[in-house]
């Protein structure tokens, strides 16, 4: 018998979406509870670290999103086909982490001066070099992240690409095709493509 | 067979040294390339995304330092017993990822009025709230901060808290024993002590 999960997050996609992606393909139940803003400070204090996502495995409160993440995909067949792919699939989850911290300070930035600097030097250098390399990726491996099939890795980059899509428009992935792509076949499996059809809209 | 190894890195412990520990404590051979600041903006350009470690395995070069640790051991015996365990693991390393990244920007801080100020709330909020929950999770946990038996999240915490003493001074454990208590234990595996006692002596 499954075990009863119990997802905690805000009501956003943000740090929980693969999660939601990973159930949804894998056709397993969930509460996914979404913490208004008022409630937070109080359930704060309940959450291991003070943080969410939190996914509740009967009753134990796990943190961590990429840790939670990478169980799941163990359990439900969807971390490559050996150790070596469950490697890659850390390696490129985490290294597209990196790009999101970038991504992070840039939309943190106060002062409008630096903003702007740090905005000319994502667009020229940071988001083209990471872009370039997992498009290059992509196309030598039949349009999957990793191995042959799909993984939680191609969730956590369909679900990063229709971020980006959001903050730098949809001309963005232009002239990355095979990105594109991923995120297409992605939205397009029929679980996820229900799950996004009857997830509450959110800006972020 | 055992793969032919090489870990490059700097000449530093940094995100290495755990890596390190796992290959001294499985006393699995490897080379220890440390490439000097000269070499580097050469090496760079050679990197899968540009940054270090990486650790060659057969001539395939695998970045990001925790998908390597975590592969490393699972190939020796260093993630847990089960998948529960190995999640655990996941979990802790993560969230002490999360207060490195915090101390990282406190360090990087040019503008000593807000260096104080971050250096203030670290030492009076951050750091406390997250070395007291570990400090609860090893006493509840038999000293191990996974299951009952080491783990590669027990190197993560053994490096980490020697980088924590070296930047606030050797007392500044000392509200938490247990936490000492697993760094001592770790240094004194025989295997790692060895390893230790040969090391290049580096700042960081």
Known sequence: MSPHYKLIYFNARGRAEHIRFIFAYAGVEYEDERISRE?????KKRMPFGMLPVLEIDGKAVAQSNAVARY???QYGLAGRNEWEA???DVLVDTLGDLKQV????RMEQDPIKKEEKKA???????PFYLSKFEKMLSENNGFS???DITWCDFVFAVSLENFEHIFGKAALDQY?????LKIKVYNIPSISAWVGKRPTTES
């Open 87 to 89: 490697l890659q699939c």
């Open 177 to 181: 095709p095979a990105l594109k792509a």
């Open 39 to 43: 409630k937070w400070p109080e359930v």
């Open 146 to 148: 990793v191995g042959s």
């Open 103 to 106: 991504l992070a300070q840039f």
């Open 121 to 127: 030097r994502l667009m020229r250098e940071t988001i």
């Open 72 to 74: 799941l995909a163990r």
